[in-house]
């Protein structure tokens, strides 16, 4: 049974950065309207999903999203996914202390760019002092361990801790092994996405995507529009999935 459901509110985003899943760009665009997502996700809720997670596009830059936050906060469990530009805006920011989701990550997508890490670092440890719980999504590229290891341990060292770290390995291109994902944490336990060593279709977990499609992966092809905007819709969307691995190196595990 689906309980967690993750929604990208939009292709749009000002950082651009050319391996984007989402292929999100400065000019990308936005199709979803708070007023539908609210009776939306509401009514995923009523049927036995209790987390959402926002990302995009970037999500601080969709309109209405601290609407969407305030709305939704009573009711279920709310994070985000963020590359924490927008929250270098004072008034932004100011607006998110008004309107507080659960737990926010902000990506590193670029480990050998000491500002890019300095910023995040800073952003995340200043999320946390106000009592929201924050943590990091290190994006990994083949070609960047040695970069990743060393941001890791920086992290490690600004008291964010191995449980507040999510390794993102790169999709389609220069995707990192498990291997390297582990030495990056020098040997130790840490988070990576489920399909790190198998792909395998989800049993709780589904992706609607910024063009209003689903399917169980955010990577995954062969999305299928929404019949319509409710759980019904959802499931009878998810149904017509063919799900296959957004990796060649992987098979789908039955």
């Known amino acids: ?4 459901i993750s929604i990208d509110l939009s292709n749009f985003c000002s950082k651009q950065c050319d391996f984007c899943y989402n292929h999100s760009t400065k000019e990308g665009n936005v199709i979803w309207k708070v007023e539908e997502l609210i009776p939306f996700i509401l009514d995923l809720h009523k049927h036995g999903i209790d987390a959402v997670s926002f990302g995009g596009g970037e999500p601080f830059e969709f309109e209405g ?77 083949d070609f960047n361990t040695d970069e990743a290891k ?43 996405p489920a399909c790190l060593t198998g792909c395998k279709q989800p049993t ?16 995954a092809k062969g999305k299928q529009p929404l019949k319509e905007l409710s759980y019904k819709g959802l499931m009878e969307s998810l149904n017509q999935v063919e799900f296959g691995s957004c990796n060649s190196n992987l098979s789908v595990e039955g």
């Open 1 to 4: 049974m689906i309980d967690r």
């Open 65 to 141: 999203i601290f609407d969407l936050i305030s709305s939704l906060m009573d009711e279920m469990y709310v994070s985000v996914t963020s590359n924490g530009l927008p929250l270098e805006n004072e008034e932004c920011f100011s607006k998110l202390m008004d309107n507080k989701p659960d737990k926010i990550h902000i990506t590193i997508h670029h480990p050998e760019n000491k500002n890019e890490v300095d910023r995040v670092i800073k952003m995340v440890n200043k999320i946390a002092s106000e009592k929201i719980k924050s943590g990091v999504n290190l994006l990994v590229s």
């Open 150 to 192: 060393n941001v890791y341990l920086r992290l490690l060292e600004n008291r964010i801790t191995s449980d507040r770290i999510i390794l993102i390995p790169r999709r389609f291109s220069h995707s990192p092994t498990a291997k390297q994902l582990s030495e990056i944490a020098c040997g130790k336990p840490f988070q990576s």
């Open 204 to 219: 709780e977990f589904c992706s609607v995507s910024w063009d209003k499609k689903v399917n169980w992966c955010s990577y």
